[in-house]
């Protein structure tokens, strides 16, 4: 009996501490106090720690993915990639450094075995000139003649992806 008395009144340095801070106030008006914390209530993810670091980063959920569907992945999205380069030698060397990845994982295959095409320049580099042109062409006036041109929302285009972005600053920091 005399051992639990001890065990109840006992109160370690660290305990001692924090309780020394809230005594002081330390803990009063934090950043974020009283708000909820995020995905408490929703449901249990094993995965909330990478989810988490990937959003703060700022970096794609591609990254997670088997190379010969990252391949895949960015194959299909290569139009988007090619649509706001300026010259076709870029689309061009664009297609060249995705098909140059391709051909090192057909030679050294790792992660499930997926078939992945090659990518074809001159396919991609006739889509680019046929968008190319189809956005130089004037469109029909939007605006009705009653309502003024500024009152008229702009089109949704979308713009170039976050890959396209980085793949731009990288070639100019050559």
């Given amino acids: 009996m005399a051992n639990e008395a001890y065990w109840e009144r006992y109160e370690s340095v660290v305990e001692q501490r924090i309780r020394d801070a809230q005594d002081e106030g330390a803990f009063e008006n934090l950043r974020g106090a009283g ?97 190319r042109a189809a956005r130089s062409l004037p469109g029909p006036e939007v605006a009705a003649p009653d309502v003024p041109a500024a009152d008229v929302p702009a089109a949704d285009v979308p713009g170039p992806s976050a890959w396209a972005r980085v793949r731009r600053s990288l070639r100019r920091r050559r």
């Fill in 35 to 131: 708000r909820p914390l995020r995905g408490l209530n929703g449901p249990h993810d094993e995965n909330w720690w990478l989810r988490s670091y990937l959003e703060r980063e700022g970096l794609p959920n591609d990254v997670l993915l088997p190379t010969p569907l990252r391949l895949r992945r960015e194959i299909d999205r290569l139009p988007e990639t090619v649509r706001d380069m300026d010259t076709e030698r870029e689309v061009r060397d664009t297609v060249a450094a995705l098909a140059r990845r391709v051909a090192e994982w057909l030679r050294f295959p790792d992660g499930p075995q997926i078939s992945v095409r090659m990518p074809r320049a001159d396919d991609v580099v006739e889509a680019w000139r046929v968008g």
